[in-house]
């Protein structure tokens, strides 16, 4: 893997700062905490810089500890977003994602001590999951209670394990490319059929968004708002599209 240093990171962030009159950054880096010393010599360069910003990034449960984390929201970070993927242990184990059901939960109960809003994503309708380990996963994610879940269904891109195993039995039913986007079910199941997995797509989100709890959290925060436009608009794709860009608000 080839990292960029912090100091070229900084560089660019800065000169963004100064030319767009911006104090907001995004890091789309799936793995931004995978390099513990790039992360924390990155935290230095912005603090000895003086950068004033809000910055949100990708991580994984397995490549952070508390500490990294209270230090990344003391120097800026406002939202960290996690690809959990599945509620099921031997799911995560057939796609190789390396992380445990434990690590989840030890990690999104750090965010919700130190206070800093963290998004779970999750997958639904690989082949082998029948109804009830989709309805798991969803409460897992329910049970995890990020500040927001992102839901998708399982797709088989081209050169992906999944793929050539989806093609193998037969399982696509869906060819056109424009549906690829993880939030149209193209294929089926040995146990569900297509339509059977995009309502479960839907169901996820209402699950997750309708509960009492985080409807409550969200007046609170003055964000019910974003749950009532979600309705309104068709909540899976909205959700989508809106999610990571609320942390930049």
Same mark, same amino acid.
């Given at each position: #893997?080839?990292?960029?240093?912090?100091?070229?990171?900084?560089?660019?962030?800065? *000169?963004?700062?100064?030319?767009?009159?911006?104090? #907001?950054?995004?890091?789309?880096?799936?793995?931004?905490?995978? %390099?513990?010393?790039?992360?924390?010599?990155?935290?230095?360069? !912005? /603090?000895?810089?003086?950068? *004033? $910003?809000s910055f949100s990034c %990708?991580?994984?449960?397995?490549?952070?500890?508390?500490?990294?984390?209270?230090?990344?929201?003391? =120097?800026?970070?406002?939202?960290?977003?996690?690809?959990?993927?599945?509620?099921?242990? *031997?799911?995560?184990?057939?796609?190789?994602?390396? !992380?445990?059901?434990?690590?989840?939960?030890?990690?999104?109960?750090?965010?919700?001590?130190?206070? $800093?809003? =963290?998004?779970?994503?999750? #997958? $639904?309708?690989?082949?082998?999951?029948? !109804?009830? *380990?989709?309805?798991?996963?969803?409460?897992?994610?329910?049970?995890?209670?990020?500040?927001?879940?992102?839901?998708?269904?399982? @797709?088989?891109?081209?050169g992906t394990p999944?793929?050539?195993?989806?093609?193998?039995?037969?399982?696509?039913?869906?060819?056109?490319?424009? =549906?690829? @986007? @993880?939030? /149209?079910?193209?294929?089926?199941?040995?146990?569900?059929?297509?339509?059977?997995?995009?309502?479960?797509?839907?169901?996820?989100?209402?699950?997750?968004?309708?509960?009492?709890?985080?409807?409550?959290?969200?007046?609170? =925060?003055?964000?019910?708002?974003?749950? !009532? @436009?979600?309705?309104?608009?068709?909540?899976?794709?909205?959700?989508?599209?809106?999610?990571?860009?609320?942390?930049?608000?």
């Amino acid at each position: #893997i080839r990292y960029r240093s912090a100091k070229a990171v900084a560089d660019e962030i800065e *000169d963004a700062v100064n030319k767009y009159k911006t104090n #907001i950054v995004v890091f789309t880096d799936d793995e931004f905490t995978l %390099g513990k010393r790039f992360v924390y010599d990155f935290l230095r360069e !912005i /603090r000895e810089r003086g950068l *004033d $910003i809000s910055f949100s990034c %990708g991580s994984r449960v397995d490549t952070i500890d508390r500490g990294m984390m209270a230090k990344l929201k003391e =120097h800026g970070c406002t939202a960290l977003y996690f690809g959990v993927e599945s509620g099921s242990q *031997d799911t995560l184990n057939r796609v190789g994602k390396n !992380i445990t059901l434990e690590q989840a939960n030890r990690v999104f109960q750090w965010a919700k001590e130190i206070n $800093i809003d =963290h998004v779970g994503s999750f #997958i $639904i309708g690989f082949p082998w999951e029948t !109804i009830d *380990d989709m309805k798991n996963t969803v409460r897992f994610a329910m049970k995890l209670n990020p500040t927001y879940a992102q839901f998708t269904v399982a @797709t088989p891109y081209p050169g992906t394990p999944l793929y050539y195993q989806a093609v193998n039995e037969g399982l696509i039913e869906d060819w056109n490319w424009e =549906h690829y @986007t @993880t939030l /149209r079910a193209v294929m089926r199941g040995y146990r569900f059929t297509r339509e059977q997995a995009q309502r479960m797509l839907r169901w996820a989100y209402v699950k997750f968004y309708s509960r009492p709890k985080f409807l409550v959290r969200e007046l609170m =925060h003055g964000r019910l708002g974003t749950i !009532i @436009t979600a309705v309104r608009n068709s909540l899976v794709p909205w959700f989508n599209e809106k999610l990571l860009g609320r942390f930049s608000e």
